[in-house]
């Protein structure tokens, strides 16, 4: 029989992009010799993680894929109509960038776009509600917070201190995994108490101090191999030059600088331990893998990820099932055994 190779798994944010790492985790899910032992995650990610930990915990690998299944159905992936079937074979033709950009360009987008940025979103007043609660308080908490299966770890921002929460196991609820997907022009911030301070703090997206964190997985209890599901592009070939374009690069530079901090560190300490200044097992040497698909992610926008058609979220999901695919043919063996981003070289 096979070694089972178990790993941690880094889930970033991106909104509705969010179906590709559902399509990741459907590959990884199925696959007998991979056993996921932690899970981090902040807003889509945090939603995916929560999925495959309560699923696990209720009925093992079929009960999370059929949570994860569940979950893009509520955020539109399955939903057939007769005009959906009309315009299926049309946007298959356009293909993923064009529609993206068609989105991008619509009506509809730049007033919503134009409107979070001259009204808070406290403007509401008593009317306001965020639209994705219906979809986290769905999960069953018990089996999200159980001490069992998978460790889950969301990351939010707490809006005071600027500082990174960390929320696992009992402090996991709706509110921590909104909390974690709150951006500050469209959602007010999420309430929650702090137990360490007795304060009532307030919370914004977790992506300004982590997407994700990967300093939950350090424990020396999980593996060392940390596998992150990429969905935020970190390079951009094309200079953006639109209005949209420049907000949508900023707002993917600055919910990848925390990552790309944590990545050097990790580099910083793979050095030191090779030149023998720190001995082997005095910190934790971390294996990175990377899970992406950067070519498909360049061609679509902030507009995908705040829109999610039933057709992008298909063409995400199987585009992670792809890249999860060509990953394992590729990567499989070195699980365990070396990491396959070489971090010095792309991240320095």
Avoid at 137 to 166: H, W
Wanted: with cysteine.
């Amino acid at each position: 029989m096979a070694e089972m190779k178990r790993i941690n798994l880094a889930l970033q944010g991106g909104g509705a992009h969010g179906a590709f790492t559902w399509g990741v985790l459907d590959v990884l899910l199925q696959d007998p010799e991979i056993e996921i032992a932690g899970i981090t995650g902040k807003s889509a990610g945090a939603l995916n993680g929560a999925a495959v930990k309560s699923g696990m915990i209720r009925a093992g690998r079929a009960g999370a894929l059929e949570n994860l299944k569940s979950l893009w159905q509520r955020m539109g992936a399955m939903r057939e109509d007769h005009l959906s079937a009309f315009l299926q074979p049309w946007l298959q033709e356009l293909g993923p960038g064009n529609v993206a950009r068609a989105l991008e360009y619509s009506l509809p987008y730049a007033m919503g776009e134009t409107l979070s940025r001259m009204m808070s979103p406290y403007a509401y007043g008593p009317v306001y509600q965020n639209p994705l609660r219906p979809v986290v308080e769905a999960f069953d908490y018990d089996s999200v917070c159980s001490s069992e299966g998978p460790r889950l770890f969301v990351c939010a921002t707490n809006v005071r201190t600027g500082k990174a929460r960390i929320f696992t196991r009992e402090e996991i609820s709706t509110d921590a995994i909104l909390a974690s997907a709150c951006l500050p022009t469209m959602f007010q911030a999420v309430e929650i108490d702090d137990p360490e301070t007795g304060q009532t703090e307030a919370y914004w997206d977790g992506g300004y101090t982590g997407n994700p964190a990967l300093y939950p997985l350090f424990d020396k209890d999980l593996p060392d191999d940390v596998v992150i599901v990429n969905i935020n592009p970190i390079e951009r070939s094309e200079k953006p030059v639109s209005p949209q374009q420049i907000q949508s690069r900023i707002n993917e530079i600055s919910f990848n600088s925390a990552l790309l901090s944590e990545l050097r560190a990790i580099s910083f300490v793979e050095r030191l331990i090779a030149r023998g200044v720190i001995a082997e097992g005095d910190m934790k040497a971390v294996k990175v893998h990377m899970i992406a698909d950067d070519a498909l992610m360049n061609e679509l926008s902030s507009a995908t990820k705040t829109v999610p058609t039933g057709y992008i979220l298909k063409e995400l999901f199987a585009a992670g099932q792809g890249a999860a695919k060509a990953f394992l043919a590729t990567h499989k063996a070195d699980l365990g055994q070396r990491s396959t981003v070489d971090l010095q070289a792309t991240y320095q």
